[in-house]
């Protein structure tokens, strides 16, 4: 039975359209500035996400280059966020709206070139890109959320919004896999905020669901204080399993994408996924530790993951 806050969702994102297979032509056309701006788009994803660009890998070269893409505009216009000054922000955001709904990229700028020219070649929704650069934008308004439903929508438009856009780049069979994106999403913004507690805490800003830490005892000051309590290990606890329960329900969408971009999306999901365990072995402790996943615990496992894939397990 889907929750008010799935069907909520849902809604957001709408009807997709099934893509074609694969796009319309090759990337590496003699587009010298066009093939720079992929390579570009590629350098800032290894640099911000090794495990992103560990999962990318496994597409194939004309699907790799287009979410490198992806992820790039997905990190610029979350870094706008950051900037200083409030009017450069709104002027940055503003920008990025032109460019997600021009048909050209402007001059000189090899981030919104390679963006652009995906999106026009894998068929993707301006609409998806436009909600999450007003899920981004909502960080310059909102600093808490009251319950996990208000969560849920934030997490749709700096997330799931990611992974709709992805679905149409990986190719997928029908629109059945729509929530599946969805709840996925979801899941690796909730493991976001899991892990960068302790960071948004020092940028002012709290994501967990008020309501959820007054369940369990959390007072402001404490949670300020960075106390790892028997509570915040019971509340991190609930929080961890209803992660864990996202990704288990988001499964199933993974054999609804095309074969080829399969092992990419279930190894993304995977490496989040890791995170969660990592964050118990620190003993819940995400005010002054940031949990990763190193490499070769990200070896290990990739193996027993294509099995699972290849065989639909």
Same mark, same amino acid.
């Given at each position: 039975?889907?929750?008010?806050w799935?069907?909520?969702?849902k809604?957001?994102?709408?009807e997709?359209?099934?893509?074609?297979?694969?796009p319309?032509?090759p990337?590496?056309?003699?587009?010298?500035?066009?093939a720079?701006a992929?390579e570009?788009?590629?350098? /800032?994803t290894?640099?911000h996400?090794?495990?992103f660009?560990?999962?990318?890998?496994?597409?194939?070269?004309?699907k790799r280059?287009?979410i490198?893409?992806?992820y790039?505009?997905?990190?610029?216009v979350?870094d706008?966020?950051?900037?200083?000054?409030?009017?450069?922000r709104?002027a940055?955001?503003?920008?990025?709206?032109?460019?997600?709904?021009?048909?050209l990229a402007p001059?000189?700028?090899? /981030?919104?070139?390679?963006?652009t020219?995906a999106?026009r070649?894998?068929?993707?929704? *301006?609409?998806?890109?436009?909600?999450?650069i007003?899920?981004v934008?909502?960080?310059?308004m909102?600093a808490?959320y009251?319950?996990?439903?208000?969560?849920?929508?934030?997490?749709?438009g700096?997330?799931?919004?990611?992974?709709?856009m992805?679905?149409?780049?990986?190719?997928?069979?029908s629109?059945d896999a729509?929530?599946?994106a969805?709840k996925?999403g979801?899941?690796?913004?909730?493991?976001n905020?899991?892990?960068?507690?302790?960071?948004?805490l *020092?940028s002012?800003?709290v994501y967990?669901?008020?309501?959820?830490l007054?369940?369990?005892? /959390?007072r402001?000051?404490e949670?300020?204080a960075?106390?790892v309590t028997?509570?915040?290990?019971?509340?991190?606890?609930f929080?961890?399993d209803?992660?864990? *329960?996202l990704y288990a329900?988001?499964w199933?969408?993974i054999?609804?994408?095309h074969?080829?971009?399969?092992?990419? /999306?279930?190894?993304?999901a995977?490496?989040?996924?890791?995170?969660?365990?990592?964050?118990? *072995?620190n003993?819940?402790?995400?005010?002054?530790?940031?949990?990763?996943?190193g490499?070769?615990?990200?070896?290990?496992l990739?193996?027993p993951?294509f099995?699972r894939v290849r065989f639909g397990?």
């Amino acid at each position: 039975m889907q929750l008010h806050w799935e069907h909520r969702l849902k809604a957001l994102a709408g009807e997709s359209v099934h893509p074609a297979a694969e796009p319309t032509s090759p990337y590496w056309v003699p587009d010298l500035r066009l093939a720079g701006a992929y390579e570009h788009s590629a350098a /800032i994803t290894e640099r911000h996400s090794r495990s992103f660009y560990l999962a990318s890998s496994l597409l194939p070269g004309s699907k790799r280059h287009a979410i490198r893409a992806l992820y790039a505009f997905c990190r610029t216009v979350d870094d706008i966020v950051d900037a200083p000054s409030g009017a450069a922000r709104e002027a940055s955001l503003e920008e990025w709206r032109h460019i997600s709904q021009a048909a050209l990229a402007p001059d000189g700028n090899p /981030i919104a070139a390679a963006w652009t020219d995906a999106m026009r070649r894998y068929h993707i929704p *301006r609409r998806y890109a436009l909600q999450l650069i007003e899920g981004v934008a909502r960080d310059l308004m909102e600093a808490r959320y009251e319950t996990f439903d208000d969560l849920s929508t934030y997490c749709y438009g700096v997330a799931s919004t990611v992974g709709l856009m992805a679905m149409h780049v990986v190719g997928f069979r029908s629109n059945d896999a729509v929530p599946y994106a969805i709840k996925l999403g979801v899941a690796l913004q909730m493991t976001n905020i899991l892990r960068d507690v302790g960071e948004d805490l *020092r940028s002012g800003r709290v994501y967990l669901p008020q309501s959820e830490l007054r369940v369990y005892g /959390i007072r402001p000051e404490e949670l300020a204080a960075g106390r790892v309590t028997e509570r915040w290990r019971d509340f991190m606890r609930f929080q961890i399993d209803r992660a864990r *329960r996202l990704y288990a329900e988001a499964w199933p969408g993974i054999r609804l994408l095309h074969p080829d971009g399969q092992m990419a /999306i279930a190894a993304a999901a995977a490496l989040y996924r890791r995170i969660l365990a990592v964050i118990e *072995r620190n003993d819940y402790d995400v005010f002054t530790r940031r949990a990763s996943v190193g490499a070769f615990e990200k070896m290990v496992l990739l193996p027993p993951l294509f099995v699972r894939v290849r065989f639909g397990l």
